[in-house]
């Protein structure tokens, strides 16, 4: 059947992937050298916290515009622009000396999360225009997945060039310039929007377009979304990014600060957690693609995913009283892995709600809510932290096992239909459904 229809998509999704995992190795190669850029730089805890605060605050600020951006000026344009930005200042963290290490962190982390922002809308806005909506969730698992592969390259890169003592700490920020300068000349040469794509056939095109309404090419301003009862049913599902960031940039040092883990030893750790998250990306979007294959309702088939994932998490709250480092490893994968399905999922709501043409702007408006709440949470771990030794940590672990499940509550009072909404925003019924 896909060889008759065809399969073109599937190259616009690997571009997709690789840009998400150059975003993901630029993001994660701070939190992996952490412990020892802050000995390297005599940073405190809550200095090592403002560093991450400055590139979240980019990173919503930026949602909101780049967001818009891309759905102005399409997903073509709008990814280029996002990653020639975040790589420009991914390679200018090497410059930065050690009289200006504090000031110079805060600025260049700041101008890498403007350039950031835009990558998980014009990835969720791609797939929105490139697959159906029964295929989006697993296409949307495939590509969340480099995230953690993004994830596992960074210690191991990390750690066959930089020493404990931080001799070569440069070389990793450079090497994402030469990565990203490859992915734009790929994307510029092979994107563009399914209906005039001269490679894609016309059965492909009518199985991307089988199940969506057919749109008008009038913009939707992105304030006309914020009263919308979906947008913020969405941006709940978001505050959970904040856990993952915690896992991202504090995970290093809490298995240095409880277990000895060092930066010659972090890679073995990251390898088995990120990939027990890629594993819950890809099993995440497969599960609810296959019961909406079986006949369950998209709103029963991603809220009982996400239901799943709410109960997988749990345990993780038990982390910090545990003695046995594996054993805390592996509860934090299952974590990892139930928030990357869950985040497939919560990604997903969007293009099953919205038209594909306000999907980039609903990520954006979304995802800075959960990086308001995420910056908030730095800021008091740092805190805690420096005042009550790894006390901060029990409470950190606690909130990360518990949230998701009471976050869904909210979601389903919210949006307890999932209803579709029309070029102007109204509700309407799909013409599979009448």
């Given amino acids: 059947m896909n060889s008759k229809i065809g399969n073109y998509r599937y190259r616009i999704l690997a571009l997709v992937f690789m840009a998400t995992t150059i975003n993901y190795f630029d993001r994660s190669i701070v939190g992996v050298m952490a412990p020892t850029l802050q000995k390297l730089f005599d940073w405190s805890n809550k200095d090592y916290a403002t560093i991450m605060v400055s590139f979240k605050v980019a990173y919503g600020f930026g949602l909101l515009f780049m967001g818009g951006i891309i759905d102005k000026f399409g997903t073509r344009i709008g990814y280029t622009i996002s990653i020639v930005i975040w790589s420009i200042f991914g390679m200018l963290h090497a410059a930065i000396r050690p009289a200006f290490s504090l000031i110079g962190f805060i600025g260049v982390r700041f101008g890498l999360g403007i350039g950031e922002a835009g990558n998980f809308p014009a990835a969720i806005k791609t797939v929105a225009e490139w697959f159906p909506k029964k295929d989006r969730a697993f296409a949307t698992g495939i590509f969340d997945a480099s995230t953690s592969v993004g994830a596992i390259l960074a210690p191991f890169v990390v750690g066959a060039i930089v020493t404990v003592e931080g001799d070569n700490w440069q070389i990793p920020f450079l090497l994402t310039g030469a990565l990203s300068s490859i992915w734009v000349l790929l994307w510029l040469k092979t994107y563009q929007k399914p209906d ?239």
């Avoid at 939707?220 to 947008?231: A, G, N, S, Y």
């Avoid at 088939?301 to 592996?330: D, G, M, N, Q, Y």
């Fill in 196 to 434: 005039v794509h001269p490679k894609l056939s016309k059965e492909e095109l009518a199985y991307i377009n089988s199940d969506s309404q057919e749109e008008t090419l009038d913009k939707i301003e992105w304030l006309k979304l914020i009263p919308k009862r979906e947008t913020w049913a969405f941006s709940l599902t978001t505050v959970t990014d904040g856990v993952w960031w915690f896992y991202l940039f504090w995970g290093a040092k809490f298995l240095a600060e409880k277990f000895n883990v060092n930066i010659e030893n972090i890679g073995l750790p990251f390898l088995v957690i990120f990939i027990m998250a890629d594993a819950g990306s890809l099993l995440g979007g497969h599960a609810s693609g296959s019961l909406i294959k079986k006949g369950w309702s998209i709103n029963k088939a991603r809220k009982i995913t996400l239901l799943v994932c709410s109960i997988i998490i749990l345990p993780v709250c038990f982390v910090p009283v545990i003695e046995s480092k594996w054993i805390a490893i592996f509860l934090i994968g299952f974590a990892a892995a139930g928030h990357q399905a869950w985040s497939v999922n919560g990604y997903t709501l969007v293009s099953d709600v919205f038209p594909k043409k306000a999907v980039a702007s609903v990520i954006g408006i979304g995802k800075m809510i959960g990086v308001a709440v995420a910056i908030i949470a730095d800021l008091a771990l740092g805190a805690v932290l420096d005042t009550a030794n790894n006390s901060g940590y029990f409470w950190a672990f606690v909130i990360a096992g518990l949230s998701y499940i009471l976050i869904l509550g909210f979601v389903h009072l919210l949006m307890p239909k999932m209803t579709p909404l029309d070029n102007d925003l109204n509700h309407y019924v799909p013409a599979n459904e009448v």
